[in-house]
């Protein structure tokens, strides 16, 4: 008999159940943290430029409300499914207690390639997919942030169709906006940073002394702005990768000519690192052994990218997951066993959602913080949660920073709902909302909320 495929939802599932047994977790709470509490599933049809139909299947869930209104990403990708959006959800839950900001986890998403629809018919689908969620959110409720392949064009586009429905100024509803339509200071680079501030607590932990050699999975935004950040604190970018392969430099590379290659001056990725002229005569192959090697192992690009066998071979004293859930669990199993630190995703990419609170309460008080107040508010947590999270590693003797997280979280959470209590209220919603349907005329189909 084949075993059924692992869902995601399944990885968060294992996670929780281990934390529930060292916890001695209240099995009402064990029950309730393994569904989430709402979970809204839709379809947006739109209009195509060419008059023609297309429908996409659009998600939001909000795993949990104890702590405070759910907050979370919105992903557009084709591998966007119910299981992905419920397991990302939970993580939420997990990074936004680690990095100590008052919410829940949420997480949205609509398989889509947007990629092959024109900036017109995006905006339409974004415009849906608020016609969809509209009636579950509210910046009291549930945030939808950026997440893969969404950013400040999709958040304005939400907002803007979000304030025409509810018929006021909303600028906490959606975070990851726009500096104009009252974004954040310091939103870009925060998830990066975040990171920066987890690897040099970890560095001083392992007392790794002098500047450490760095390899990059992945150079999209959050490992760009990594290698940029680690390269000004004079660190060595040894070797980074993209789908055409990896590079590397024995000597390390020289940033800025590396970002000004591979990037325009727009921010957009317009060549391939492979093409990169300055790098060692490698293959790809050998540089990749090569990058293994590396002090510092950053994943940045996508899920169970370290399997089994790249486990193996890292010889890195620590990764730093950028991206949510590079390694397997199997490659994670194996990384413990050999001794390989790992500062997991949740907490490693914390950064961004902790400056997404910062940008909820300036919306929330129609305010714009200085540059110097968000820098300080991300790096004090981030610093302050690589000990918090060591010392629960030490108090239940657990053996990674992974496990710490999960435990730390789940506590605080647990502790929460027991101080609601309430469990003999029904707890786990599903809502499946009719289709709804996006025209060119955009007014074709639009309703006003009641508030
Ligand atoms: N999508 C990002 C994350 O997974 C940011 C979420 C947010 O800003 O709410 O952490």
């Known amino acids: 008999m084949s075993a059924a495929k692992r869902t995601a939802y399944d990885k968060y599932l294992a996670l929780l159940e281990k934390s529930a047994s060292i916890l001695n977790l209240d099995p009402v709470i064990y029950q309730r943290l ?4 709402l979970l809204v599933r839709g379809e947006v049809t739109i209009e195509m430029d060419d008059g023609s139909f297309k429908s996409f299947k659009v998600f939001r869930c909000q795993h949990n409300h104890a702590r405070g209104p759910t907050q979370g990403g919105t992903r557009f990708d084709l591998a966007v499914c119910e299981s992905e959006v419920k397991f990302l959800a939970a993580m939420m839950s997990m990074k936004n207690t680690i990095v100590d900001i008052r919410h829940g986890g949420g997480k949205g998403g609509i398989c889509v390639d947007k990629f092959a629809l024109s900036m017109k018919e995006r905006e339409r689908l974004c415009r849906g997919y608020i016609r969809v969620i509209a009636p579950y959110i509210g910046p009291r409720v549930d945030g939808p942030a950026p997440d893969v392949n969404t950013g400040g064009a999709e958040m304005a586009w939400f907002l803007d169709e979000y304030e025409r429905m509810i018929g006021e100024h909303a600028p906490a509803q959606f975070t990851g906006k726009p500096l104009v339509l009252g974004g954040s200071l310091g939103r870009g680079d925060a998830t990066a940073l975040g ?24 150079f999209g935004n959050a490992g760009d702005f990594y290698a940029k950040l680690m390269s000004e604190r004079g660190h060595k970018i040894v070797s980074v990768s993209d789908r055409s392969g990896v590079i590397y430099k024995k000597a390390g590379f020289e940033y800025a000519d590396l970002h000004a290659f591979c990037y325009d001056t727009k921010g957009t990725k317009v060549r391939k690192v492979s093409d990169y002229p300055h790098k060692d005569n490698l293959t790809s192959e050998e540089a990749e052994l090569l990058s293994l090697k590396a002090d510092i192992f950053a994943p940045a690009a996508f899920e169970d990218k370290i399997d089994a066998e790249m486990a193996r071979k890292i010889t890195s004293k620590f990764i730093v997951e950028l ?7 199997e490659a994670d199993e194996i990384l413990s066993a050999r001794g390989v630190e790992v500062i997991p995703d949740f907490y490693a990419s914390g950064g961004g959602v902790r400056v997404s609170s910062a940008e909820k309460v300036q919306g929330l008080e129609n305010q714009k913080w200085p540059a110097k107040r968000v820098a300080e508010w991300l790096e004090s947590r981030m610093r302050e949660a690589f000990h918090d999270l060591d010392k629960v590693r030490e108090q239940y003797k657990l053996k990674s920073f992974r496990e710490a997280g999960i435990v730390y979280a789940v506590r605080e959470i ?30 074709r189909g639009f309703y006003k909320l009641e508030q």
Request: charged fraction near 20%.
């Open 34 to 37: 393994q569904i989430p509490e």
């Open 414 to 443: 647990a502790e929460a709902m027991t101080w609601r209590g309430g469990f003999e209220y029904p707890y786990g919603k599903t809502i499946d909302v009719p289709t709804v349907t996006v025209y060119k005329d955009l007014n």
């Open 323 to 329: 991206a949510n859930g590079p390694c397997t669990e």
């Open 195 to 218: 990171a920066v501030y987890a690897s040099e607590e970890m560095i001083k932990k392992l007392q790794m002394r002098g500047p450490q050699t760095i390899a990059i999975q992945g």
